[in-house]
């Protein structure tokens, strides 16, 4: 495959970036802000370092890898010559209709476009441009360098070559794609954002705190990260999107967002990325317990 492009340098989009040049393929990293290109970039540098650091790279690698990847903050001009476009901008539908409409109109007629949503409808996405066949849901899971998984999402006309040639991208990536059909929160966030919700709304109601619930989750469910932890590592206002495409998606009250969650939100608390949410991450990553009553 040609060029790769990926729309957005925060968490998700320098992570997918990072992965297409680890394995091969020349990428263009775009943004509107040159200043999130190079936090991005930074990123990246820091992520290869530590694979580096723990011998699953040689500095070559790293060295080779950097040099796959470009930036760009002019749109238009960065996709005029790419196979593929991988949307990961803010999950926000109005902004993710807009990309589509101008990168429909900026990309050859051969260019797939995929979109890192986590929950909006890319049958949806696709309607807004004249080539639904071409567009296809690319959902990565964070930290993208680490997890395996991308959920590969069919909206109701993308063709079974789109599929197939996205299916075959993933795993030269080294990862496990899973083909999954379009409808709101797909497989990942239709399991998984229900039981933060309840976790949050076990909060709220004062059934334990913090630490309780996860712990429980960890040493009763053999789950890695309590469902609080993971939530603030995802951030919450993330998680209040995807419950609202759900809630709005099923007329379901099992998928509306805990006042709580709202709240915070609201207030700004969302977790890692803010420095505070279910736990406290104002000296560093480590979660530290928040000393405030939730309930």
Not at 135 to 162: A, K, S, W
Not at 178 to 185: A, C, I, L, R
Not at 249 to 267: E, H, R, S, T, W
């Amino acid at each position: 495959m040609e060029k790769i492009a990926v729309i957005g340098a925060g968490t998700m989009g320098n992570g997918i970036a990072h992965v297409f040049a680890q394995n091969g393929f020349q990428v263009c990293l775009i943004d509107i802000s040159q200043n999130s290109l190079d936090k991005g970039m930074a990123t990246i540098v820091k992520n290869l370092d530590r694979m580096v650091a723990k011998e699953k790279i040689t500095e070559n690698d790293k060295k080779e890898t950097l040099e796959r990847i470009t930036t760009a903050t002019d749109l238009a001009e960065a996709v005029a010559n790419v196979a593929l476009v991988v949307e990961a901008a803010t999950e926000n539908v109005d902004l993710k209709l807009q990309l589509f409409k101008t990168l429909d109109a900026a990309c050859p007629p051969h260019t797939i476009l995929a979109t890192n949503t986590s929950s909006i409808s890319i049958t949806q996405i696709a309607a807004v441009t004249q080539r639904p066949d071409k567009v296809i849901g690319m959902h990565f899971m964070n930290p993208v360098p680490i997890m395996q998984l991308v959920e590969i999402i069919r909206g109701y006309n993308t063709t079974d070559e789109t599929t197939a040639t996205i299916m075959n991208l993933s795993l030269q990536l080294g990862k496990t794609p899973t083909e999954v059909n379009d409808y709101p929160g797909f497989v990942a966030n239709r399991i998984l954002m229900p039981m933060i919700n309840e976790a949050i709304e076990t909060l709220y109601n004062g059934v334990a705190g913090v630490s309780e619930i996860d712990t429980v989750m960890k040493l009763g469910m053999a789950h890695p990260m309590g469902p609080l932890q993971l939530a603030d590592f995802i951030g919450l206002d993330v998680c209040l999107s995807i419950l609202n495409v759900m809630y709005d998606g099923f007329k379901k009250d099992k998928y509306a967002p805990c006042p709580l969650l709202q709240n915070m939100v609201m207030a700004g608390k969302l977790g890692v990325k803010s420095g505070e949410g279910f736990y406290d991450y104002a000296t560093s990553r480590k979660a530290e317990i928040v000393s405030k009553q939730f309930s």
